[in-house]
């Protein structure tokens, strides 16, 4: 039943990922993929401390944030158009977007973690 929770959450997460990433955003930093992990961070940051409390069925943490979140992010993604930013020779621009996607990630997963703490 868990892997049901995951996959189902999963296909829900990827098919947002794929409808944002259609929007025609342009700029030099890959900003649709920084924006998906950004936003992603906070929703996993608002849902953690509802997971933390005993009476939640274990398949709603399975479906959000496992799937629905693990879906949506895509560290491999931010992976690749970081690598691509380098050998295009944009290196200031590409530890530029690393350095915004992963602290900007912590800060997002922490602010969501304290918007959730404030809510359940």
């Known amino acids: 039943m868990s892997l049901l929770y ?3 959450g ?9 409808l944002l990433s259609q929007l025609s955003l342009q700029h030099s930093l890959p900003i649709k993929t920084l924006f998906i992990n950004l936003l992603g961070s906070l929703v996993i ?3 953690s401390p509802k997971f933390q409390q005993s009476h939640w069925f274990e398949g709603d943490q399975l479906l959000l944030i ?12 931010f992976s690749l158009e970081s690598l691509q930013l380098i050998q295009n020779g944009d ?3 590409a530890l530029l977007y690393m ?8 800060a ?4 969501g973690y304290f918007i959730g703490q404030a809510s359940f």
Request: some cysteine; proline content about 2%.
């Open 6 to 8: 995951v996959g189902i």
């Open 10 to 18: 999963g296909a829900i997460g990827a098919i947002l990922r794929y």
């Open 45 to 47: 940051g608002f849902l």
């Open 66 to 77: 496992t799937g629905v979140c693990g879906g949506f992010t895509t560290f491999s993604t």
């Open 91 to 93: 290196t200031p621009l």
């Open 99 to 106: 350095a915004i996607s992963l602290v900007g990630g912590l």
């Open 108 to 111: 997002c997963v922490a602010f």
